[in-house]
């Protein structure tokens, strides 16, 4: 019996349950190499071994805000935040795309010249994190790149922009950003842009504008992902007709289920996926259920914007860590009502029904919003892979679900690529 065990023991990773009931029966290693990987693979140790990443992190948001360190494991309760690297490890969320945002603002020169600024200043953040955190934490330029940092026990730290706004009407910027190593572009946010409408707001475009289809061209040319989250369905439409790769949606999720503006109908998402494009299931809460305020908070949350405005481009970083303060304090006097896990897992199997195990991956919207109750922050990911082994998906379903669809997006990107620009790093 012991011998057996131990040359068991590197055939797979299996549950005692699973290795009783296969010894009880004929004994034989065939049977057991045979043995559905639901039953015979714990969840934990299926996510510990798969290669993980999320679409979305809008952490870079944080890293010089006060009192926020990556290196100290924070808390949602007591300060909102979802990442930092002790809950990565944690949780085993292994990295993904870093977010260089940019507040919507004033579609004109002198507005451009400061958020430009700004978001050159926000990919200088990722990187300094990186080289601050070197044993831990590594720059990923290609889609080979993910596996070997993993190997090397570090997170994967891609880099994406959330809205195209800071490029202004200069296209040719978007290459600095690609040689600091951005691989990932969203067009928009909340608000319609020189490039695109938004889901969120009246369009201008009816899609894209001229210019933002020649964007689409630009990040075809240089090898970056086009992201069309926060699109209007027209500029989703547009994006998948110009663009010479399948698109992606890098945190979004389906009408199907609970229709809102930015969630994406049903038709649309299928189009995508016959486009080889992936949609990343989101989980911000009021994208995942109607989730109406109390009155006491309605009020609170009215009285803080008469007090800050909401204009975050024109707010310098002491007004901006003072509204944050007060918001915190805010959302623990008035928590705005949670969505649950089960919520989320509901979008994201339905999302998977819909367009299929190859299409679907994860951008749970952390530190931009994301988090139901149940699944606070990153350090509770393993439960997606446990719904997903108990919904009856396989050990290869859900590596594709959490980085083979993204990883293989980005090799149709890199493959389609015509510029022959590299990142520095690269030359090293
Ligand atoms: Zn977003």
């Known amino acids: 019996m012991k011998s057996l065990m131990v040359s068991l023991a590197g055939v797979a990773v299996l549950s005692a349950a699973a290795c009783a009931s296969a010894l009880q029966g004929s004994g034989s290693l065939v049977t057991e190499q045979q043995a559905p990987a639901a039953e015979s693979t714990s969840s934990i140790e299926l996510h510990e071994n798969l290669l993980t990443?999320?679409?979305?992190?809008?952490?870079?948001?944080?890293?010089?805000?006060?009192?926020?360190?990556?290196?100290?494991?924070?808390?949602?309760?007591a300060d909102r935040t979802n990442v930092d690297l002790p809950r990565l490890q944690s949780g085993k969320l292994d990295g993904g795309f870093w977010v260089i945002y940019t507040a919507p603002g004033p579609l004109d020169e002198a507005s451009y010249i400061?958020?430009?600024?700004?978001?050159i200043l926000r990919q200088a953040a990722i990187r300094e994190l990186a080289a601050k955190y070197a044993d831990s934490v590594e720059l990923a330029f290609a889609a080979d790149d993910a596996a070997r940092i993993h190997e090397a026990n570090k997170i994967v730290v891609f880099q994406s922009m959330e809205n195209a706004y800071p490029l202004g009407e200069d296209i040719?910027?978007?290459?600095?950003?690609?040689?600091?190593?951005?691989?990932?572009?969203?067009?928009?946010?909340?608000?319609?842009?020189?490039?695109?409408?938004?889901?969120?707001?009246?369009p201008l475009h009816g899609g894209l504008s001229e210019l933002g289809k020649d964007l689409v061209r630009e990040a075809n040319r240089l090898g970056m992902i086009v992201d069309a989250s926060h699109a209007s369905d027209d500029a989703l439409r547009d994006m998948m007709e110009v663009s010479s790769t399948p698109v992606i949606l890098s945190h979004s999720g389906p009408d199907g289920v609970f229709e809102h503006a930015r969630n994406v109908p049903d038709d649309l998402l299928v189009q995508l996926a016959e486009s080889g494009g992936v949609v990343h299931v989101n989980a911000f809460g009021g994208y995942l259920e109607d989730l109406q305020p109390t009155p006491?908070?309605?009020?609170?949350?009215?009285?803080?914007?008469?007090?800050?405005?909401?204009?975050?481009?024109?707010?310098?970083?002491?007004?901006?860590?003072?509204?944050?303060?007060?918001?915190?304090?805010?959302?623990?006097?008035?928590?705005?009502?949670r969505s649950t896990f089960d919520k989320y897992i509901e979008h994201l199997l339905y999302t998977l029904d819909l367009v299929g195990v190859d299409h679907v991956g994860i951008g749970a919207d952390w530190d931009g919003g994301g988090g139901v109750d149940g699944m606070a922050d990153v350090s509770d990911v393993p439960k997606i892979t446990a719904a997903l082994l108990t919904?009856?998906?396989?050990?290869?379903?859900?590596?594709k679900i959490w980085s083979g669809n993204v990883l293989r997006l980005m090799r149709d990107v890199e493959a389609a690529k015509t510029a022959t620009l590299v990142s520095p790093d690269v030359l090293n």
């Open 172 to 202: 040719t910027l978007l290459q600095t950003f690609y040689v600091g190593g951005l691989r990932m572009l969203g067009l928009v946010h909340f608000d319609s842009n020189q490039f695109a409408d938004s889901s969120t707001d009246d």
């Open 114 to 119: 400061a958020a430009r600024t700004s978001a």
């Open 391 to 399: 919904a009856g998906y396989s050990r290869a379903d859900i590596e």
């Open 53 to 77: 990443l999320d679409a979305h992190l809008d952490t870079p948001a944080l890293f010089h805000r006060d009192g926020y360190d990556f290196s100290k494991r924070g808390s949602f309760e």
């Open 296 to 337: 006491e908070r309605s009020a609170a949350l009215e009285a803080l914007n008469e007090e800050y405005g909401n204009n975050f481009a024109e707010m310098t970083d002491a007004e901006i860590n003072a509204y944050r303060a007060a918001r915190i304090a805010l959302e623990q006097q008035y928590p705005s009502p």
